[in-house]
């Protein structure tokens, strides 16, 4: 993804529809958003990356990467293994969330309120 679509999944995210709100919630100027819109620039720094990331609840070294790959003479399929990394550790933390929250059928019986039927789908 490049800057300027980051910038604009931001913008959705904090829910704010300018330029100047972004760059003032990413701590730089609007006239560095603006040099990335025109192609006076290609990316932003990796400070920017983190607080780019954080708003939008991704791992940095995707974001990062993203970044880097934009750049003149990058090794590309480095910053592309990096980011298929930070993407496989994401899905691996989410799976073992999913494993280790999802109770046994002894365990659900136990929590289900007394009074309620057992033959029917509850959904929390």
């Known amino acids: 993804m490049d800057a300027i679509s980051y910038f604009a999944e931001a913008k959705a995210a904090l829910g704010i529809d300018t330029d100047y709100a972004l760059a003032k919630q990413l701590g730089i100027t609007q006239k560095r958003i603006s ?3 025109h192609g006076r620039t290609t990316g932003f720094d990796a400070e920017t990356a983190f607080k780019i990331a954080e708003i939008l609840d991704i791992d940095p070294a995707y974001v990062i990467a ?3 790959i934009l750049r003149k ?5 480095f910053w592309e293994g990096v980011k298929a990394k930070s993407s496989g550790t ?3 933390i989410l799976t073992t969330v999913v494993l280790c929250a999802t109770p046994d ?3 659900a ?3 289900i ?3 309620l039927p057992t033959d029917s789908l509850c959904i929390m």
């Open 35 to 37: 040099a990335i819109k």
């Open 66 to 68: 993203d970044m880097e």
């Open 73 to 77: 003479n990058a090794n590309v399929s």
């Open 90 to 92: 994401a899905a691996a």
């Open 105 to 107: 059928a002894a365990q």
């Open 109 to 111: 019986a136990s929590m």
């Open 113 to 115: 309120p007394a009074g």
